[in-house]
């Protein structure tokens, strides 16, 4: 079946990037998405890539897919104290299937 | 657009009572998807409806559980009898079912506590 895993925690100084990273088993995963959950709310789509794709850059964020290993980072430039949530990663497998796989989620720790 | 909105955001109540969650999809979304998150299991779908229709309820964990989408504005998840091992953070998300990305737009949750 469907997996996907992340690690569970990361701790930046503000300034630095962040890079959190994900793997998947699903080779047929058609788009990958990051969602961002702060405290005590939904998920929020922050991006997505499409699986013919292996680079995404929106802004601070930067998304590479390594379809062969499948394996998808998030890179988020010049973390702020704002970004401290937990952000899940998540894949979309057979193009007739709507359900999300999610990863466990990993939370970023912003330090000042 | 509100957004997806759910009711209630925060929802106590003892072991064996009935619970019902409620769910307002954004208008024209004709996708619904019913997530349960935890710390020991992280997010699981729990069933999603097409034009009102459910399509997956695989993991509905059992028979305790039940969804309706009477309409497509309106969706609802009952637990009846509900148990402590239901406590969880449930989210209700929409799409529009289109081709291609078809993000899903999550709703704020609603905590559930079962004493």
């Known amino acids: 079946g469907e997996d996907v895993e992340q690690s569970l925690f990361l701790s930046v100084r503000e300034g630095d990037s962040s890079v959190i990273n994900c793997t998947y088993t699903?080779?047929?995963?058609?788009?990958l998405y990051w969602y961002k959950q702060e405290p005590g709310a939904g998920l929020q789509l922050l991006t997505y890539?499409?699986?013919?794709?292996d680079m995404k850059q929106d802004q601070r964020l930067t998304v590479l897919l390594n379809k062969k290993d499948k394996h998808l980072s998030l890179r988020i430039a010049d973390t702020q104290t704002g970004d401290s949530a937990i952000y899940f990663c998540?894949?979309?497998?057979?193009?007739?299937?709507?359900?999300?796989?999610f990863g466990s989620g990993t939370r970023l720790q912003v330090q000042p | 657009d509100a957004g997806v909105i759910q009711s209630p955001r925060h929802e106590v109540t003892e072991m064996g009572q009935e619970v019902t969650l409620r769910c307002k999809p954004i208008?024209?979304?004709?996708?619904l998807f019913w997530y349960r998150q935890t710390m020991m299991r992280g997010l699981e779908l729990l069933i999603y409806?097409?034009?009102?229709?459910?399509?997956?309820d695989s993991g509905m964990p059992e028979d305790r559980f039940s969804a309706k989408m009477p309409n497509a504005s309106f969706s609802t998840l009952k637990i009846q009898p509900s148990e402590p091992r239901d406590s969880a953070v449930y989210f209700c998300?929409?799409?529009?079912?289109?081709?291609?990305?078809?993000?899903?737009?999550f709703g704020p949750g609603t905590r559930l506590t079962v004493l």
């Open positions: 699903d080779s047929s995963s058609t788009y």
């Open positions: 998540a894949e979309r497998g057979q193009p007739g299937r709507r359900a999300l796989t």
């Open positions: 998300a929409s799409s529009p079912g289109q081709a291609g990305t078809d993000t899903q737009y």
């Open positions: 409806f097409n034009n009102n229709v459910p399509i997956d």
């Open positions: 208008s024209g979304h004709d996708y």
């Open positions: 890539i499409f699986s013919n794709m």
